[in-house]
């Protein structure tokens, strides 16, 4: 079992920055892939970053490559998504999520968070 608490969500001007963290509870987290999904009003949950177990591999989607860099430290438990250039559109309640695949499908994610607001004023 393994638990997810998401902090660091806020209200930031578009261009600025935000660092989000996940911090999960149990021994066993260094064996999940992490990743992180968001889902604005109206709109169904879209996949954002993922990395692996070790840290070697992150995967994004188009729309945040190049702005957001996916990390994390095993020695903490946690995982990080920094965002940067930040634009309205980036606007959306971010979930984080553990499982056994470094993936953009949300179905293969076993652990969720409750999420956190991040909001983007133009």
């Known amino acids: 079992q393994v638990q997810l608490v998401e902090s660091g969500g806020g209200l930031v001007q578009a261009g600025g920055s935000l660092r989000l963290s996940c911090a999960a509870s149990?021994?066993?987290?260094?064996?999940?892939?992490m990743g992180w999904f968001r889902q604005a009003p109206g709109k169904e949950r879209e996949f954002v970053a993922a990395?692996?177990?070790?840290?070697?591999?992150?995967y994004y989607a188009d729309s945040v490559k190049g702005r957001f860099t996916i990390s994390r430290d095993n020695a903490k438990n946690t995982v990080y998504l920094q965002m940067n250039s930040l634009k309205p559109e980036d606007t959306a309640v971010y979930y984080c999520?553990?499982?056994?695949?470094?993936?953009?499908?949300?179905?293969?994610?076993?652990?969720w968070g409750q999420g956190t607001q991040v909001t983007v004023s133009s």
């Open positions: 999520a553990a499982g056994w695949s470094r993936s953009n499908r949300a179905s293969t994610y076993e652990y």
């Open positions: 149990g021994r066993t987290f260094g064996s999940y892939a």
């Open positions: 990395i692996n177990w070790s840290g070697g591999s992150t």
